[in-house]
């Protein structure tokens, strides 16, 4: 169940400026666990966003809380956590350990090699190096 708020402003009286607080809302309701993500404005009315999973617990003395998780993305991260995100869900749909048709599978492909690389170099090691200095 998704669910739209909108857009947001706050007026701060004592100032009589715009303070933007929360600029757009999209809450996407998912089982027992509620994602919330909000646009929000820095001083310098830069935009970033934060992503909150929260999930309704009972604690001690059966009083209800929500466990709350946030995650800060800025705008100059935005095209690589959006690469990264699509890679880990592609992997997870696909089932094996390939993304297809992704964008930066040479960078997949160059960790891969780097990863090789160093494998080679650990286990290409006779005992006799380890011996006497």
């Known amino acids: 169940m998704e669910e739209e708020t ?3 402003e706050d007026v701060n009286g004592s100032e009589g ?5 929360e600029i757009f809302t999209k809450v996407v309701r998912a089982g027992k666990r509620t994602y919330f ?4 404005a820095t001083r310098k009315d830069d935009y970033y966003l ?3 999973e929260s999930k309704k617990r009972l604690g001690k003395e059966g009083k209800v809380f929500y466990e709350k998780h946030k995650i800060f993305l800025y705008k100059e991260d935005f095209e690589k956590f959006t690469e ?5 869900v ?4 696909n089932g094996r350990n390939e993304v297809k048709n992704s964008s930066s599978s040479s960078d ?14 650990f286990t290409n090691i006779e005992f006799e ?4 200095k």
Do not use: M, R, Y
């Open 6 to 8: 909108g857009i947001k």
């Open 17 to 21: 400026k715009n303070q933007k607080e």
């Open 37 to 40: 993500f909000d646009v929000k």
């Open 50 to 52: 934060t992503i909150t």
């Open 84 to 88: 990264g995100l699509k890679n880990a």
């Open 90 to 93: 592609e992997f997870i749909d």
């Open 108 to 121: 997949i492909k160059e960790s891969a090699e780097k990863e090789t690389l160093s494998t080679q170099e």
């Open 129 to 132: 190096d380890l011996g006497d």
